[in-house]
C-alpha cells in the first residue's frame, strides 16, 4: 500500500464520483486499484495505488464476507501486523489506527458523505476552499506537530492512535450525530501492578522479546539486502546487531554534517565496523539541506517542525537507490526513558509547579510566549484554548503506578504517535520505502509497562536495562556513552546557508499578509525578546519551526506569499555576531 482514498455514506454520489476524479487529476497515480461497497442506501467506494501487496482488496471478497470489508494499511508492508484499518460493516463506517500511530488516516464529513484518506493533501481537492485551522496552527507552535485529532486544516481530522471513528446511517439515512462523541478509545497504555524487579529476569524476558520482535519483522523479506539508518547511538545500533544475527543481509546509512554540530559519525562507523557491515555517509551539509527542504515539506504531508526532518528524508534519498525496505531505531526511547527525565520526575515528586506545565515546557517552542509571537485577530481566536488538554490524557496518572512509567506512557502519545512515527513514514512513502520499525512492536512495548522505574533509569544511568540486555552485542562505548540526540546544527544552516531562506519566507510583509506571527518576530527571536527559555541554542529550533510552517501553507495548502518584502538581511552583521556569525 501506498496510498488511499475514498467515501462513504448516502449523500450526492454523482458529485463525490466527479470530486475523486478531480483527486486524480492533482495527484501522482501509478496503477489504480478500486471496489465499491453498497448496503441498501450506503455506498462506498474506495481507490487505492500501488496495492499489490494487500491480499485483503479484492472485488470478488466483499460480497462472501456477509457485509463486512476491510483495507488495512502498514508503514512496514506486513498486513498481518497493520497500523491502521478502513471498516466497512453493514451501515457502518469504522476508521481505525493501532496505538503505535505508524500510519495516519484522514477524514472530514461533506453533508451525508464522509471522505478518508492516507494522505491529507489528497483530501484538498475535495474541499472547496481549504482554510487552516486557528486550534491546529497554534498547537503546531506549541509542540511543533499538530495534535490528534486535529489537523492544520479547518474542519479535517485525523483519527487519534489507539482509537477507532465509527459512523452509522440511521433510519432515516443521514449519518449520526458529530465527531465529537464518535472517537473511541481502544486501548490504553497501563503499568502492571506486579512488576519485574529482577534484573536477570528482566534481561532474559528483553533479549527474546528483541529477537522475536526481529522474526517478525523480516519474514517476508526478498532474498535482498536491507538498509538500516544507523546513527551509532544505542537503538539503531542494537537493531543493525539483531538483524546481522538474523543472517540478514544489511547495509547501514548514517547522515555527515560535514564540518557543522557534533558529529554522531565516527560512532555508526565503529558499529558498522564491529558488525562487519558496509556504511553509506550521506552527506547532510548546508548546501543539501537547502535543496532537499520543499521537497521534505511536501513529503511529510503535515507540518512537522523538528529539524531531523530533512535528513531523514536525505537518507530515504539514498537508501532507496538500492534498497526496498529500511529498518530504523524508532520507539527505544520511549519504550525505556531515553529522554532526559529527571527535571520531569524533580517537578512531579515535589510539586514545584504544575505538572502538565512543566512538561509543556519541554518542547521548547512557542507556547508562553503567545502575546510575544502573534498578531492580535489571532490572539483573540486562541485565548480559549488551553494546550493543556492535548496532553491531558497522555498524562493521566490513572493508569500507571510511577512517574517513570507515566513519562513512558505521555510519550509514547504525545512525541511517538504524533511525531516521530507518522514523519518516519510518510519521509518513507516518498521513496516507495517499506519503513520497520522494530521497536514498535506491540508486546515488546506491552512488556515495557511490567518494568519496575529502576530498571528503566538508575541512577543516571538511562535505558539501564536495555544497555544490560545488548552489552554483549555491541562495542562498550555504543552502549554506555551518554545519550545525545541527533546533532542536527540548525543554529549553523539557519543563521548561515539558509538564512536567504529564512528572511526570504519570513518577511515582514509576508507575515503582515498572512495574520498570524508578528511581524517583527523574527528581529525579537534574534535580539532574545521571545523568552527566558528561548537561549542561544534554540534559536534555530524556533526560527525552523517558523521556517517549516510557511513552507507548508504555500507549497503544500497552496497560500500565497504575498506582502511587501523586508529583507532581514538588511539588519546588518550586528545581530547575527551575536551568534558568532
Known sequence: MKEIVGYWGCGNLSESETLLSKVFSKASIGSLQKFSYQFNDCVAEVTGWNFTDNPSINDEDIVKKNNFCQVLLSAAGIYELPDAAI???????????????????????????????????????????????????????????????????????????????????????????????????????????????????????????????????????????????????????????????????????????????????????????????????????????????????????????????????????????????????????????????????????????????????????????????????????????NPEK?????????????????????????????????????????????VRSPFCDLQLAEWSFTLSGELCLQGNTEKYILKRAVESWLPSEIIWREKRGMGVPLNNWCLGELWGEVSKRLNTGILNFEGRYQQDIIIKILAGEIGGQIRQRRIGEVLWLLLMWELWRVEVLGEKAQGKCFDYRLLGSRILQRFGK
Open 87 to 385: 471498516k466497512f460493516e453493514s451501515e457502518r463506517l469504522i476508521l481505525s489506527r493501532d496505538r503505535i500511530g505508524r500510519v495516519p488516516l484522514y477524514w472530514f464529513r461533506q453533508q451525508q458523505i464522509i471522505w478518508f484518506a492516507s494522505r491529507l493533501q489528497l483530501l484538498l481537492p475535495v474541499l472547496d476552499s481549504p482554510q487552516v485551522s486557528i486550534p491546529g496552527f497554534y498547537g503546531y507552535n506549541c509542540f511543533s506537530y499538530v495534535p490528534t485529532p486535529l489537523t492544520p486544516i479547518e474542519n479535517v481530522f485525523t483519527v487519534p492512535a489507539g482509537c477507532e471513528v465509527v459512523w452509522e446511517i440511521n433510519q432515516d439515512s443521514k449519518i449520526e450525530n458529530s465527531q465529537t462523541n464518535k472517537i473511541q478509545n481502544r486501548y490504553e497504555w497501563k503499568e502492571t501492578k506486579n512488576l519485574i524487579r529482577d534484573e536477570t529476569e528482566a534481561v532474559s524476558q528483553l533479549q527474546a522479546l528483541l529477537r522475536n520482535s526481529i522474526q517478525r519483522q523480516i519474514s517476508n523479506l526478498p532474498n535482498s539486502e536491507v538498509g538500516v539508518f544507523l546513527s551509532g547511538g544505542l537503538d539503531s545500533s542494537v537493531i543493525a546487531a539483531l538483524l546481522v544475527e538474523a543472517g540478514v543481509k544489511v547495509k547501514a546509512y548514517a547522515l555527515n554534517f560535514g564540518e557543522y554540530g557534533v558529529s554522531e559519525l565516527p560512532f555508526a562507523e565503529t558499529v558498522a565496523a564491529h558488525l562487519q557491515i558496509p556504511l553509506v555517509k550521506v552527506d547532510a551539509t548546508p548546501k543539501r539541506i537547502k535543496s532537499a527542504i520543499i521537497a521534505t515539506v511536501k513529503a511529510l504531508d503535515l507540518p512537522f517542525g523538528d529539524g531531523v526532518t530533512v535528513p531523514i528524508y536525505l537518507l530515504c534519498e539514498a537508501a532507496s537507490k538500492e534498497i526496498s525496505v529500511i529498518f530504523n531505531g524508532e520507539g527505544g526511547d520511549q519504550l525505556f526513558a531515553g529522554w532526559t527525565n529527571k527535571p520531569l520526575i524533580a517537578a512531579g515528586i515535589y510539586n514545584s509547579e504544575d505538572f502538565n506545565q512543566q512538561y509543556l515546557r519541554t518542547y521548547h517552542r512557542l507556547y508562553g510566549y503567545e502575546t510575544q509571537c502573534f498578531q492580535p485577530q489571532l490572539l483573540s481566536q486562541i485565548e480559549n484554548i
Open 390 to 434: 492535548w496532553i491531558t490524557s497522555a498524562l493521566n496518572p490513572e493508569f500507571t503506578h510511577n512517574i517513570l512509567a507515566r513519562l513512558r506512557r505521555a510519550s509514547l502519545m504525545l512525541k511517538g504517535a504524533q511525531n516521530i512515527h507518522p514523519r518516519a513514514t510518510n519521509l518513507g512513502k516518498a521513496f516507495d520505502l517499506r
